[in-house]
């Protein structure tokens, strides 16, 4: 059935009848258990994962943080334990337990036949997820290249109301959702943020606050085999006379209160430093 997995492993017995492929062929393929009857008409793979297959019992798409999730390091908030589908609002879709249904036209070309569109991923997940999640996921799908250029033109024209604000402090040179967190949190407390700093020969630093601290955002996917390279980065920022701290997920959503004052105190005592010696070279 490899024909099959290269459409994207689902099929209506109208596409299967063109192929050539008879009612009693799919009847034994059925019984063998080589093709999953997933709802009248509808044929798929038995290799199709749990959430493809509700997708194609229910005649929807996986949407929303569902789809975000399926796209690695993509940015998709709370994990939401419920899967989210797109139905089509002129068609019957049949209610199933346990998965959230979105009513919705789509506005993008979803190569995927159970997958919604990266834009209409994005635009249902700024219904569903908090302001600064959508705007993490927004930075995080941009920076993996989930989200194109065009299609982000795109889809801060279509997005609610709710996000209009947010969304003018989008920054695409985010390279994570952890990141974009530290950034609206320091911006928030009134701090000035750049995002992805080049520092000669150290790298490139991920925040720098109020020209002053550098912030190392670490996820812990990515950071597990670093540890050396990571301090070696920090090492040579601290040799510009520019203090860095890193921190990773709990810093910046159990802690932020404690993280912020550290980097408070940092910038306070970074800050005249730092202006003297800028004296000192004019
Ligand atoms: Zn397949
Ligand atoms: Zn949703």
């Known amino acids: ?64 943080v569902s789809a975000l999730a399926r796209h690695e390091n993509v940015w998709t908030g709370p994990l939401a334990r419920e899967l989210h589908l797109r139905v089509d609002p002129r068609f019957h879709a049949d209610a199933t337990a346990g998965a ?15 997958e919604v569109a990266p834009i209409d991923a994005l635009l249902q997940a700024m219904t569903c997820l908090s302001r600064y999640d959508a705007l993490a996921a927004v930075e995080s799908a941009v920076h993996l290249g989930y989200l194109g250029e065009t299609d982000l033109g795109r889809l801060t024209k279509l997005a609610p109301q709710r996000m209009r604000v947010i969304l003018k402090r989008l920054d695409v ?23 992805q700093v080049p520092i000669p020969g150290a790298g490139v630093l991920d925040l720098l606050v109020d020209d002053c601290v550098g912030i190392e955002t ?58 003297a010696q800028l004296r000192g070279f004019s």
């Open 1 to 64: 059935m490899t024909w099959l997995c290269n459409r994207g492993h689902i099929a209506s017995a109208r596409d299967l009848a063109a192929m050539g492929v008879s009612r009693r062929a799919v009847g034994g393929a059925v019984a063998e258990g080589r093709l999953i009857r997933c709802r009248r008409g509808t044929y798929a793979c038995a290799h199709i994962d749990t959430h493809e297959g509700i997708a194609a019992a229910v005649g929807g798409r996986i949407d929303c």
């Open 100 to 114: 959230v249904l979105h009513w919705r036209v789509a506005h993008g070309e979803s190569g995927q036949p159970l």
């Open 173 to 195: 040179r985010s390279q994570s959702g952890l990141e974009t967190f530290t950034r609206l949190q320091l911006q928030d407390a009134g701090h000035r943020v750049e995002c």
């Open 218 to 275: 670490d996820g812990e996917k990515w950071h597990a085999n670093r540890f050396h390279a990571d301090r070696t980065k920090d090492v040579l920022i601290e040799a510009w006379g520019i203090r860095v701290l890193r921190i990773g997920r709990p810093h910046i959503f159990d802690e932020w209160p404690t993280t912020l004052a550290a980097i408070e105190r940092m910038v306070a005592e970074s800050a005249p430093r730092l202006r």
